[in-house]
Structures are given as C-alpha cells and as structure tokens.
C-alpha cells in the first residue's frame, strides 16, 4: 500500500495540475471516452470485469454518462474508444478480453445511445493505446482526423483504465500535441472522478491462465486521492 506521504512527494515532483473541472462553450472541448466496454465495467461480463459490484468503476460510469449527457446536449464533440482484440492476436499479460463482435467488447447499457447520436464518433481499437488504435491502413488518423475537423483546442478525457490505456492515450496526445501534430490542440486534461481500472488481486491471477496481478487498490491511488 502506498502511503500518503509518498503520495505527496509524487505530487510535488510531478508536472500535474489538479483543478476543479468546469465547462463552457468558450474553449471548443471534446470528450474522449476510454473503453467504457462491458468487459471492463459490467459485472461478469468477461474475466477483466468486476465480480461483484465495483463503487470505483460504477462512479467512473455514472460521471462518464454525465458527461456524455452534457456533450452530447450541447452537440460538443464526443470521441469514444472501445477495446476490441482478435482471438488470434495475444496480448499478454492479458488474459483473452473484450473480443471482437462480443457483448465485452460493447459500450456498457447505460452508454449505448451514444451509438445514434451525431455529434459522436466511435472507434473499436485493437491494442492498449488509442492513438494508435486510430491509425487507418492508409496512415490516416480517425483520431487525429477528429481533433481537426472539430477544431478542438482541449480534450477531456475519462475511461478505464487510469494506467494502463488512459494513460497511453494521454500520453501519445500530450507527444503528438508537443510535435504540432494535432493543431489546434492546446490542452489535454484528465477527469480524475471519470476514471477507474480493472481489479485482479494476486490470488485471483493465480488461478487465471495468461492473467498477471493487477489489485485495483494499488494502482488507482492517483484517481482515488
């Protein structure tokens, strides 16, 4: 367990800024969703999903959907990502998850309208970082593609998980952002209390073929704090 003290000294150490998070149509803003799939959030919905019932998954849900609510109300663009990974393509540590055509690899119930709106663009992604998963087989972006058409000069992001694909996407954003890849983008921003990760304790990961220790409560101290 990480204690409060080393918590600190990250923070203090690190570039971040945390804000209270405020929207507006003064700054054009688009909200990324990460793999809010059922085999991350719903309840036996594949061996990356929660067993029982999840308050930091289920929060990262119910923000999640306010958001989109809010986006999608004022016609603000939405990008939402959603793992999809061939049964023939491994990717371990990973145990077989959110497969391609299953019901894991769908938006969770309570985000499915978004299929039928316009002002929404959905992407199924077959590797952990969704700027590469946005690569089309010509070298176009739908990602990229996105930003640019929307005009969008911040990015509000939000999903699952917090350090492993929420991080990747942020970090290539921040990258491609930094090399004048992704004008206008100006900022890339993190809703802590919009993101959650998947919970496999040692013991279960024990049990489970092709699965590695991934305790929820030691990798989400950041969103949690």
């Known amino acids: 367990m990480v204690s409060s003290h080393a918590i600190d000294v990250l923070k203090n150490e690190l570039p971040l800024e945390q804000e209270s998070l405020r929207l507006s149509g003064d700054i054009k803003t688009g909200l990324v969703l990460v793999d809010i799939v059922n085999g991350f959030c719903t309840v036996g919905s594949g061996c990356l999903a929660p067993i029982v019932p999840n308050k930091q998954i289920s929060k990262m849900v119910d923000e999640s959907v306010k958001l989109?609510?809010?986006?999608?109300?004022?016609?603000?663009?939405?990008?939402?990502?959603?793992?999809?990974?061939?049964?023939?393509?491994?990717?371990?540590?990973?145990?077989p998850h959110c497969l391609?055509?299953?019901?894991?690899?769908?938006?969770?119930?309570?985000?499915?309208?978004?299929?039928?709106?316009?002002?929404?663009?959905?992407?199924?992604?077959?590797?952990?970082?969704?700027?590469?998963?946005?690569?089309?087989?010509?070298?176009?972006?739908?990602f990229v593609d996105w930003i640019k058409a929307n005009e969008i000069k911040a990015i509000l992001v939000v999903g699952i998980c917090t350090d492993i694909c929420v991080l990747d996407l942020v970090c290539s954003a921040l990258s491609a952002r930094n090399h004048g890849l992704l004008s206008p983008l100006e900022d890339v921003i993190v809703y802590s209390h919009g993101c959650a990760t998947f919970d496999i304790p040692s013991h279960v990961a024990r049990n489970m073929k092709g699965a590695t220790s991934h305790p929820q409560v030691r990798h989400s101290q950041w969103v949690q704090d």
């Open 68 to 95: 989109a609510k809010v986006f999608c109300e004022n016609k603000w663009p939405v990008y939402a990502l959603l793992d999809s990974h061939h049964p023939d393509i491994p990717e371990p540590p990973y145990p």
């Open 100 to 142: 391609v055509g299953t019901e894991e690899a769908k938006l969770v119930p309570d985000l499915q309208w978004l299929e039928n709106q316009s002002n929404v663009t959905i992407r199924n992604k077959d590797c952990m970082d969704g700027f590469i998963g946005s690569l089309e087989k010509d070298g176009s972006n739908v």
